[in-house]
């Protein structure tokens, strides 16, 4: 689960961080460095005992209705949503019960945010068009809660706050977790049953390793791949760069210079995209035309052995828009 998208995120949160705190001790960050990855994955599996927590809350719900329509000799209230196949089987599921038990963890702690959640659930249009149907097949089970997933779990504040209280990490996580989440409610099985696999903290140790190296490459060449931001921003101050635009741009170059088979435009577009999320509305385009034109030096000098397109219309390396010179 933990992929390279995530990994460089929490480096650049991390090296920032680093920093910042003035401790400087590289060991004590790399372990709160796969602390916070770490953190992510708990909040994977948190989430996916969410829907699992709201199955609950709706058999408890049932129970009154079909108490209440026992003493008044009405017909008795629908099962489907309460025991939807697909909510079942990941109740059942081994992984996750065995991750819940290990970390302790549980959403009997807030129970108010679950009744309002299953109440919200229940006055969807999603919810009464599922119930509606006669038809009832594991596939329409598993599609409804990943309608309702996307509908009212993924963009929802009370549930941001609750996370927020419980880890300062998951809100930051939140965003890219659930397309985990949802990844996983899609690939599911119900011929698998509690034996389904979830997905796996990292695809493979070469993730993990990635990880580390890059961590350490930033920060042990940070001296090096500053003097190439610098001599890249020759028509600019580069002590008036945003602090948060030199971290990105440090660990894009440690992810150039260290990994050989990371194509060059990767790198830039990835750690474009972060700065766009994580430093000034400006820091998009002026970190890709910065990175464009060290890579491009470093090739030409024959310090990074790679390839990269040439720009178009003839354009050279960057070295500051006009606006950003004169200012």
């Given amino acids: ?169 998951w809100n930051d996580d939140k965003e890219i977790v659930d397309t985990f989440v949802l990844k996983t409610i899609k690939r599911f099985d119900e011929k698998n049953g509690a034996r389904q696999e979830l997905l796996a903290e990292y695809d493979s140790e070469e993730d993990k390793d990635y990880a580390r190296k890059l961590f350490r490459s930033t920060i042990m060449n940070a001296d090096e791949y500053q003097r190439f931001m610098s001599e890249a921003s020759r028509n600019w101050d580069f002590n008036r760069l945003a602090y948060m635009d030199v971290v990105i741009m440090q660990i894009a170059i440690a992810e150039m210079m260290t990994f050989p088979s990371i194509p060059v435009s990767v790198s830039i577009n990835e750690f474009v995209d972060i700065a766009k999320l994580y430093s000034t509305p400006r820091s998009g385009s002026y970190i890709n035309g910065m990175l464009d034109g060290i890579a491009r030096h470093l090739i030409k000098s024959g310090r990074l052995l790679k390839s990269i397109d040439e720009p178009r219309s003839g354009k050279k390396g960057f070295v500051g828009t006009e606006a950003e010179k004169k200012e």
Wanted: charge should be negative; charged fraction near 30%; glycine fraction near 2%.
């Fill in 1 to 169: 689960m933990i992929n390279r998208e995530i990994i460089r995120i929490k480096t650049v949160q991390l090296t920032y961080a680093y920093y910042q705190n003035g401790n400087k001790n590289i060991e004590s960050a790399e372990k709160e460095l796969f602390f916070s990855l770490s953190k992510a994955y708990d909040l994977y599996n948190y989430l996916l005992a969410l829907i699992v927590a709201v199955t609950k809350e709706s058999r408890r719900h049932l129970e009154v209705a079909q108490a209440k329509a026992a003493r008044e000799g009405t017909e008795m209230p629908s099962q489907k949503f309460a025991y939807n196949k697909f909510a079942m089987q990941l109740e059942e599921n081994r992984m996750l019960n065995d991750f819940m038990e290990a970390q302790k963890k549980s959403w009997s702690t807030e129970p108010e945010f679950l009744r309002k959640l299953y109440l919200q659930i229940t006055e969807s249009q999603i919810y009464q068009e599922y119930m509606a149907e006669k038809e009832e097949t594991y596939a329409a089970d598993r599609e409804l809660w990943r309608k309702l997933y996307r509908t009212l779990i993924q963009d929802n504040e009370s549930l941001d706050a609750i996370l927020e209280e419980q880890s300062l990490y």
